[in-house]
């Protein structure tokens, strides 16, 4: 397998904190590598060194081949989304330019070159910038990027990196604002990809499925484990298990030797140099770190029984649309709901009228009269970003209320991880982790009863979400959940409540329980069999579009929609003709003798799979509106 991507030595600091220790990483095309390691460990930092965003203070990358990146905060090209759209695919269009300006130089060298890429990419992506688009859910080509939410310039930056077709793709937190079904999806994409990935998520699902190799960032340095997120988990706690008893041995023979040298005679004997010296090396030793955990816990005492949120004949509508039609909601102390539903269902507009920030447009919203109402919104809002940390804890005081005793700003920080040397920083300067874990001290110190969580898995590294699941699970309160992660959504939620096509909110006591479409499809004309166009006149194979365009009737279609409606059926056949061959050539085991055709081979072969099923649906489409 050859080598896409290698970093060798690579050492970074952010505010004289070397963040970056050395760090190996060589990633072979086909690999698809899983970054794990708590917040702050330097995971982003890696990524955005890798993609050449940012420069090492020491050491060196090499990227074999095309590299795609999604940050976490990606920067987008342009004024609307149509312009990073079409920069994301102008490569495309200038290998196509190449191909044809070589064809027209008699230039065989370089037309071949440019043809075996395409080959390769596909010759055709106007359909597939359509199809990711509408999948992902990215908003009008006409929308200002200005104007997007992070959500959506997210979702955006996605596209463009699976549009470059590239073969190094690296992802970072690629799964945040987007629904679970579309996180299914994108789990199939990945898995697909032939070239190499690094990988940058909490979805342990995704993890897990994705996954070849799992490479954690441990104090600086990048630790492999080979195999999938189940096999780390086991590998990494035999190693850690391993580790500590080294570290627990040398802390030991330091304290005796240190003992030793205290009370022994200055000597100058060789013997006795050579034991100073070997103390001195084990204190110079790098100590081990240790991993650091922190208690949650969110009780408030509330009895069970009592109802705390009731919704009747509720309508909620927004921008003219319909979210809620006489929504029915029931909850009481114990329950913890999850919320799901496609990205604009009205998710995060239902928690904003629970927690009395947006009101029902119809029906009878109840709430009882001693619910204590706390969020946690997708933006982390609550926090004054100038304030520092412990102004923030503290509400500008020395000391917090924490159940029935006081204690100090600093020891209740500590618990959440929070050390001295992050007392005076500013909220702006935290990273997402750090802010949501500060919004959990608060919302520890405000006692609610009634949690509303609004995506807060995003930007929380493992350890962390195993401690708000396992405080989530012993909650005597009613907790809300709006999530992707479906690992999470599975452990922590008694039950879930789906917004259905229709405006029908429905309760089902699990994810696994709910139907596969949340509303029955519109009408529409059955789909026919994979058109083939004739060779002669009349209806094609299977029933498929005739090859005139005289049988489109022009009354219902666009002009150009009645050309693409009767240039299709000769454009599936010549896709389908590209596929036969492609196929053929992956049987003959003429291909296999030195391998070296077979991932292009593959990847043209699926591009054009993809062609074909477009295609299809796109004639489908017309026909029934023709």
């Given at each position: 397998?050859?080598?896409?991507?290698?970093?060798?030595?690579?050492?970074?600091?952010?505010?004289?904190?070397?963040?970056?220790?050395?760090?190996?990483?060589?990633v072979?095309d086909?690999?698809?590598?899983?970054?794990?390691?708590?917040n702050?460990?330097?995971?982003?930092?890696?990524?955005?060194i890798?993609?050449?965003?940012?420069?090492?203070?020491?050491?060196?990358?090499?990227?074999k081949?095309?590299l795609a990146?999604l940050?976490?905060?990606?920067?987008l090209?342009?004024?609307?989304?149509?312009d990073?759209?079409?920069?994301?695919?102008?490569?495309?269009?200038?290998?196509v330019?190449?191909?044809?300006?070589?064809?027209?130089?008699?230039?065989?060298?370089?037309?071949?070159?440019?043809q075996?890429?395409l080959?390769q990419?596909?010759?055709?992506?106007?359909?597939?910038v359509e199809?990711?688009?509408?999948?992902i859910?990215?908003?009008a080509?006409?929308?200002?990027?200005?104007?997007?939410?992070?959500?959506?310039?997210?979702?955006?930056?996605?596209?463009?990196?699976?549009?470059?077709?590239?073969?190094?793709?690296?992802?970072?937190?690629?799964?945040?604002?987007?629904?679970?079904?579309?996180?299914?999806?994108?789990?199939?994409?990945?898995?697909?990809?032939?070239?190499?990935l690094?990988?940058?998520?909490?979805?342990?699902y995704?993890l897990?499925?994705?996954?070849t190799?799992?490479?954690e960032?441990?104090?600086?340095?990048?630790?492999s484990?080979?195999?999938?997120?189940?096999?780390?988990?086991l590998?990494?706690?035999?190693?850690r298990?391993?580790?500590?008893?080294?570290?627990?041995?040398?802390l030991?023979m330091?304290?005796?030797?240190?003992?030793?040298?205290?009370?022994?005679?200055?000597?100058?004997?060789?013997?006795?140099?050579?034991?100073?010296?070997?103390l001195?090396?084990?204190?110079?030793?790098?100590?081990?770190?240790?991993?650091q955990?922190?208690?949650?816990?969110?009780?408030?005492?509330?009895k069970?029984?009592?109802?705390?949120?009731?919704l009747?004949?509720?309508?909620?509508v927004?921008?003219?649309?319909v979210?809620?039609?006489?929504?029915?909601?029931?909850l009481?102390?114990?329950?913890?709901?999850g919320?799901?539903?496609?990205?604009?269902?009205?998710?995060?507009?239902?928690?904003?009228?629970l927690?009395?920030?947006?009101?029902?447009?119809r029906?009878?919203?109840?709430?009882?009269?001693?619910?204590?109402?706390?969020?946690?919104?997708?933006?982390?809002?609550?926090l004054?970003p100038?304030?520092?940390?412990?102004?923030?804890?503290?509400?500008?005081?020395?000391?917090?209320?924490?159940?029935?005793r006081?204690?100090?700003v600093?020891?209740?920080?500590?618990?959440?991880?929070?050390?001295?040397?992050?007392?005076?920083?500013?909220?702006?300067?935290?990273?997402g982790?750090?802010?949501?874990?500060?919004?959990?001290?608060k919302?520890?110190?405000?006692?609610a009863?009634?949690?509303?969580?609004d995506?807060?898995t995003?930007d929380?590294?493992?350890p962390?979400?195993?401690?708000?699941?396992?405080?989530?699970?012993?909650?005597?309160?009613?907790?809300?959940?709006?999530?992707?992660?479906?690992?999470?959504?599975?452990?922590?939620?008694?039950?879930?409540?789906?917004f259905?096509?229709d405006?029908?909110l429905?309760?089902?006591?699990?994810r696994?329980?709910?139907?596969?479409r949340t509303a029955?499809?519109a009408?529409?004309?059955?789909?026919?069999?994979?058109?083939?166009?004739?060779?002669?006149?009349?209806?094609?194979?299977?029933?498929?579009?005739?090859?005139?365009?005289?049988s489109?009737?022009?009354?219902?279609?666009?002009?150009?929609?009645?050309?693409?409606?009767a240039?299709?059926?000769?454009?599936?056949?010549?896709?389908?003709?590209?596929?036969?061959?492609?196929?053929?050539?992956?049987?003959?085991?003429?291909?296999?003798?030195?391998?070296t055709?077979?991932?292009?081979?593959?990847?043209e072969?699926?591009?054009?799979?993809?062609?074909?099923?477009?295609?299809?649906?796109?004639?489908?489409?017309?026909?029934?509106?023709?």
């Open positions: 397998m050859a080598e896409r991507l290698h970093a060798r030595g690579i050492e970074h600091a952010h505010g004289g904190r070397a963040v970056l220790r050395g760090v190996d990483l060589s072979q086909g690999e698809r590598i899983g970054l794990v390691g708590v702050g460990s330097g995971k982003s930092t890696l990524v955005r890798l993609s050449g965003a940012l420069e090492p203070h020491h050491g060196e990358v090499q990227v081949g095309r990146t940050t976490q905060d990606p920067e090209p342009g004024e609307t989304v149509a990073a759209l079409d920069e994301a695919i102008a490569w495309h269009a200038a290998l330019r190449s191909f044809e300006e070589a064809l027209a130089q008699d230039d065989v060298a370089r037309a071949g070159a440019a075996e890429r080959d990419v596909g010759w055709e992506v106007g359909y597939r199809a990711l688009c509408s999948r859910g990215v908003p080509r006409g929308a200002r990027i200005a104007d997007l939410s992070g959500g959506e310039r997210r979702r955006l930056a996605l596209v463009r990196a699976l549009l470059d077709s590239p073969d190094v793709l690296l992802l970072d937190e690629p799964t945040n604002h987007l629904d679970a079904d579309t996180v299914e999806w994108l789990q199939d994409v990945l898995v697909a990809h032939r070239g190499a690094v990988l940058v998520t909490h979805d342990r995704l897990e499925a994705v996954a190799r799992i490479v960032i441990e104090d600086g340095e990048a630790v484990y080979p195999g999938s997120y189940a096999d780390y988990l590998a990494r706690a035999e190693r298990a391993a580790l500590e008893r080294a570290e627990d041995s040398r030991a330091i304290a005796r030797e240190a003992e030793w040298a205290s009370r022994s005679p200055a000597a100058q004997t060789v013997k006795q140099k050579a034991r100073l010296e070997r001195a090396a084990l204190v110079s030793q790098r100590p081990l770190m240790r991993e955990r922190f208690d949650l816990d969110l009780r408030t005492g509330l069970h029984g009592g109802t705390v949120l009731e009747h004949g509720a309508r909620i927004r921008g003219g649309r979210l809620v039609r006489d929504g029915e909601l029931a009481r102390a114990g329950d913890r709901v919320i799901l539903g496609p990205n604009g269902a009205g998710k995060s507009t239902l928690l904003r009228v927690s009395g920030l947006e009101t029902v447009d029906g009878q919203f109840v709430r009882g009269s001693r619910v204590r109402a706390a969020m946690l919104d997708q933006a982390r809002s609550g004054d100038d304030a520092t940390v412990f102004e923030a804890a503290g509400g500008g005081n020395d000391q917090v209320r924490v159940g029935d006081w204690i100090h600093a020891s209740f920080l500590g618990r959440f991880l929070f050390g001295r040397e992050f007392h005076g920083r500013r909220v702006r300067e935290l990273s982790g750090e802010r949501a874990r500060l919004l959990l001290a919302i520890l110190l405000e006692g009863n009634l949690l509303m969580l995506e807060p995003n929380l590294d493992l962390t979400l195993q401690v708000l699941e396992e405080a989530l699970m012993a909650y005597d309160g009613v907790v809300l959940v709006v999530t992707h992660d479906r690992a999470f959504l599975d452990r922590v939620c008694n039950a879930v409540l789906v259905h096509e405006g029908r429905v309760r089902y006591a699990s696994t329980q709910v139907p596969t029955p499809a009408p529409s004309a059955p789909a026919p069999t994979r058109p083939r166009a004739p060779s002669g006149g009349g209806v094609a194979e299977g029933g498929g579009p005739p090859s005139a365009p005289a489109v009737r022009p009354g219902k279609l666009a002009f150009r929609e009645q050309r693409e409606l240039d299709l059926p000769a454009r599936i056949t010549a896709l389908e003709a590209q596929q036969a061959v492609l196929a053929a050539r992956l049987a003959d085991p003429a291909t296999y003798r030195d391998g055709d077979v991932p292009s081979l593959a990847r072969l699926a591009t054009c799979e993809a062609a074909i099923e477009h295609a299809t649906e796109r004639w489908a489409e017309l026909a029934s509106r023709a």
